[in-house]
C-alpha cells in the first residue's frame, strides 16, 4: 500500500477544519436569509391617503363663488406631493380665540398628513369664504368630528382680539352631510354678521369652511360649500 508523505498528510489535516467551518457558516447563512425572506413588509401608513396636490384639485374653484370673491395669494397653501408627521393628541385646552380665523380646525390640536386651503375674500363687503381639506391616518378622521363637538361645549364665547366684544358660540350636528358634520354659528353684536363655521368628514378627509357670506350668518354659502367640497372627494375615491 503506498501512504502520503507526512508532509501531505499535514496539508490534508490543517484544511480539514477549513471546510468544516465553511460548511457550518453556509447553513448558518441559509437559514438567516429564509428567516428574511418570511418576514411582511411594513405597512404603508399612508397608503390610499390623498396628498395636498390631490386635494388642491378637490378645493372649490373660482367659478364658484359670487361677484366680487377673489382668491387672497397669502391663504392658498397646500402640503404638495409628500406626506407630513401627524399629530393625534387633542388639545387639553383649545384656544378659542382660533375660531375666528380661516384654519379654525386646527382648534382640535389633531393634524393630518396632508392639506389642501384656500381663502376667498369680497373686496366690496369684506365677506369671507374659506375652504381647506385635510386627510388623515385610520380612524383619526372621526375623532377629528368628535373634537368639533368638544369645541363648542369647551368655548360658549370668547373675545373678539379686534372689538375686544364677546362672541357667543353655538353649535350642532348636521345631517345629511358626508359621513357626519357639525357646525358652529358664531355671533357678536359688535359685527354686521355673523359666522358659520361647518366640519364635515368624507372617508379619512375633514373639509372644514368657513364663511361671512350673505345676511344669515353664512349659513347657506358654508352649507353649499362644504356639500361641494365632500362630493368632490367623494369622485376620487
Avoid at 75 to 102: H, N
Wanted: hydrophobic share 40%; aromatic share 4%.
Amino acid at each position: 500500500m503506498h501512504l502520503p508523505s507526512r508532509a501531505a498528510r499535514a496539508l490534508v489535516l490543517a484544511a480539514l477544519p477549513l471546510a468544516l467551518a465553511a460548511c457550518g457558516s453556509s447553513g448558518s447563512s441559509g437559514q438567516s436569509g429564509d428567516a428574511k425572506s418570511s418576514a411582511a413588509p411594513a405597512k404603508d401608513p399612508n397608503a390610499g391617503l390623498l396628498t395636498g396636490d390631490q386635494l388642491k384639485k378637490a378645493l372649490a374653484p373660482a367659478s364658484f363663488f359670487g361677484t366680487g370673491f377673489a382668491v387672497d395669494p397669502s391663504g392658498a397653501r397646500d402640503s404638495g406631493g409628500t406626506y407630513t408627521p401627524p399629530s393625534t393628541a387633542p388639545a387639553a385646552e383649545p384656544d378659542c380665540s382660533k375660531l375666528d380665523g380661516t384654519s379654525w380646525i386646527a382648534i382640535t390640536g389633531v393634524t393630518g398628513v396632508s392639506f389642501a386651503q384656500n381663502d376667498y375674500v369680497n373686496k366690496n363687503t369684506s365677506e369671507d369664504i374659506a375652504q381647506e381639506i385635510d386627510a388623515y391616518r385610520g380612524t383619526t378622521a372621526a375623532g377629528v368630528l368628535k373634537a368639533v363637538e368638544a369645541t363648542a361645549k369647551a368655548c360658549p364665547s370668547f373675545t373678539d382680539s379686534q372689538t375686544h366684544s364677546k362672541v357667543k358660540v353655538a353649535g350642532h350636528a348636521v345631517s345629511g352631510l358626508g359621513d357626519g358634520g357639525y357646525t358652529l354659528t358664531l355671533t357678536d353684536p359688535a359685527w354686521e354678521n355673523g359666522t358659520t363655521l361647518i366640519a364635515a368628514r368624507a372617508g379619512t378627509d375633514v373639509v372644514s369652511v368657513l364663511s361671512t357670506d350673505g345676511h344669515d350668518n353664512g349659513a347657506a354659502t358654508a352649507r353649499k360649500l362644504a356639500e361641494r367640497l365632500v362630493g368632490a372627494l367623494r369622485k376620487t375615491s
